[in-house]
């Protein structure tokens, strides 16, 4: 009797600690609870360390691309509509604007291909997609979406499986094109030598 | 979803009320505008509005254009054409969303502010608990990296109106990162929003233990919706996609974590980067600006703002000869950190063609450059199609023609 006693008040202790924590200063703000990060904690970095159980593939992604309606706004083929191009087109040229004020729509550049990660793919389909129905996809689908969007961009193989081990491994064709924002110093100019 | 059925409703309540206005609007007493709003006096000793000879309204960007096929909102200018001062109103703020936006309705109540991850302890603040903290107001810009997109464009609300100033009310963010106590090893911070797309950045935790706000009031008031109702984060002097509104959430992290928002930054070249995400000094004259009409020689007060991302404006000059000479203009305004600087300059214009240009110069001592100069750096070719990359911060020339109209001296 006496063991499972002191484990209880233990918990007991545990639990108040959790509600107690506030910031030291002020007293003021509560801890969250593991499960509350959990939920928002919805940010993917490049290694994938926050990636969620579960798996999907290309074929797969191919029937949620139709089912999911994401084919009414994108295209059919990843392109020609109103939406951003998901698919490249290989039958027009890229537009040689450095940047677009937004993603390009209905043409050879695909924002499936932009980033060096395919982790970013994942994370926006999982936090952005669909139109009106943020939130909605299941681990499993976001994984065959990402899948079938890669496929169809030719950067893996229609029977490659996309989980949370493969996806940060895909190896994306701007993967090396690319130069993060300079370390920031309070002071300093943006860019020793420019005009 | 449900703040966007809410929005909806709004907007359909909102067109009703457009629709009123227009059928009353033909009632109306000779001598004043159609679609005047025909307000109880109760209503307007309440809330106040401006005079109906006052329409400087913002226009949304052309080239994508609010609302789009979707109802989204995506880049809106505002009318700098028509600015006095420093301080842009709350309604007449340009506003920008990367993917575009339905503006959530976001119950105050129910918002949560967590600070998490590589920290000592995770802490949520409600906004109450927010407001009971220490707080500053601080004047800053915000300006969004698609300013002046294309240098060709007809007005100065065309080339320069996505970027405004106002006043910002808030906890300075280097307080809450204290309360939490940053853990060594860390070097971003990742910002999320709590709308739709939940649109989120990454921002050296350098620039957050320095000089970052979690806001929640702006010029007076709670922030707008279209600014980020009921918390947004200020990021001074970084470009506009970095000031995450609707924050929800602040995520202490070890690298960069190259988001959705994040992409649009980078670049094969470093350097390109580097000028990406931090605006540059930068000045423009707002009257005479094109499509404006001088109504003959004389003499008129040139007008227009200053401003940089790195620090104050400390000196402002005026060319009235396209550039072969410069003079000092006056700074109308105090030169505020990260802030607009009015300018002023006395000039008796002569009535012959003429080109008007304004540098500014940064407490750093760096000098807005021009168009020139930019492709002398880059060793490309000056044409019209020459772009400067990253934030496009150079000397923007109005033409003024001999019959006194203002035209864009790029175009």
Request: hydrophobic content about 35%; charged content about 20%.
């Amino acid at each position: 009797m006496a063991l499972p006693r002191l484990s209880l008040s233990a918990a007991v202790l545990v639990m108040c600690q959790t509600a107690w924590t506030q910031s030291p200063t002020y007293g003021l703000g509560r801890s969250p609870s593991s499960e509350e990060i959990r939920k928002w904690d919805i940010a993917i970095s490049p290694t994938g360390k926050e990636l969620p159980e579960g798996q999907g593939t290309a074929k797969e992604g191919e029937l949620l691309y139709r089912s999911k309606g994401c084919a009414g706004c994108h295209g059919a083929t990843g392109s020609g509509m109103h939406a951003p191009t998901l698919i490249s087109r290989k039958d027009v040229k890229p537009n040689p604007a450095a940047f677009c004020l937004a993603p390009c729509v209905n043409d050879a550049n695909s924002m499936s291909l932009h980033s060096p990660f395919a982790t970013t793919l994942w994370d926006y389909i999982n936090r952005g997609m669909p139109l009106g129905k943020e939130g909605s996809l299941t681990p499993n689908e976001v994984y065959a979406l990402t899948a079938f969007l890669l496929y169809k961009n030719d950067v893996i193989k229609e029977d490659e499986v996309m989980d949370k081990q493969s996806l940060p491994k895909v190896k994306m064709p701007n993967r090396d094109g690319f130069g993060l924002p300079p370390a920031w110093k309070h002071g300093e100019p943006r860019l020793q030598g420019y005009p | 979803m449900d703040a966007k059925r809410r929005n909806r409703r709004g907007f359909l309540k909102s067109g009703a009320a457009l629709a009123g206005l227009a059928a009353g609007g033909s009632k109306l007493a000779k001598g004043q505008t159609q679609g005047t709003p025909a307000k109880k006096i109760d209503e307007l000793i309440a809330y106040g509005e401006r005079s109906r000879f006052v329409t400087s309204i913002r226009v949304p960007v052309a080239e994508r254009h609010s609302p789009d096929e979707f109802g989204l909102t995506f880049h809106v200018l505002t009318p700098l054409q028509d600015s006095s001062g420093i301080i842009t109103p709350s309604s007449l703020f340009y506003t920008a969303t990367h993917r575009g936006a339905f503006v959530p309705d976001i119950d105050p109540k129910e918002h949560r502010l967590m600070i998490h991850g590589m920290v000592d302890r995770p802490l949520v603040f409600t906004l109450d608990e927010l407001k009971r903290l220490p707080y500053v107001s601080r004047i800053h810009f915000i300006e969004c990296l698609g300013n002046r997109a294309r240098p060709t464009h007809k007005t100065v609300q065309e080339t320069h109106g996505l970027t405004s100033c106002a006043e910002w009310t808030g906890v300075p963010l280097p307080l809450l990162l204290k309360e939490a106590g940053v853990q060594s090893g860390a070097s971003w911070i990742v910002a999320e929003g709590a709308e739709e797309v939940k649109g989120d950045s990454s921002i050296p935790l350098a620039k957050a233990l320095d000089d970052c706000v979690v806001v929640y009031a702006m010029n007076g008031e709670p922030l707008r919706p279209q600014q980020g109702f009921p918390l947004r984060l200020m990021v001074p002097g970084f470009e506009g996609i970095y000031q995450i509104k609707y924050l929800r959430r602040i995520k202490v992290v070890d690298r960069y974590y190259m988001t959705y928002d994040d992409y649009g930054h980078i670049n094969p070249d470093p350097k390109v980067a580097a000028l990406t995400h931090i605006i540059g000094p930068k000045s423009v004259i707002t009257f005479p600006s094109g499509g404006q009409q001088l109504s003959g020689p004389g003499f008129y007060e040139i007008s227009g703002l200053a401003w940089s991302g790195s620090g104050a404006i400390r000196r402002v000059e005026l060319s009235t000869d396209g550039g072969r000479n410069w003079k000092d203009a006056e700074l109308r305004s105090p030169a505020l950190p990260m802030a607009h600087t009015r300018f002023g300059y006395h000039w008796n214009w002569d009535g012959k063609e003429c080109v008007l240009m304004s540098r500014c110069t940064d407490e750093l001592g760096t000098v807005q450059p021009t168009r020139a100069e930019v492709a002398k750096y880059w060793n490309q070719p000056l044409d019209q199609n020459f772009r400067v990359p990253g934030a496009d911060n150079s000397v923007q020339p109005w033409k003024i023609t001999s019959n006194g109209s203002v035209q864009n001296g790029l175009a």
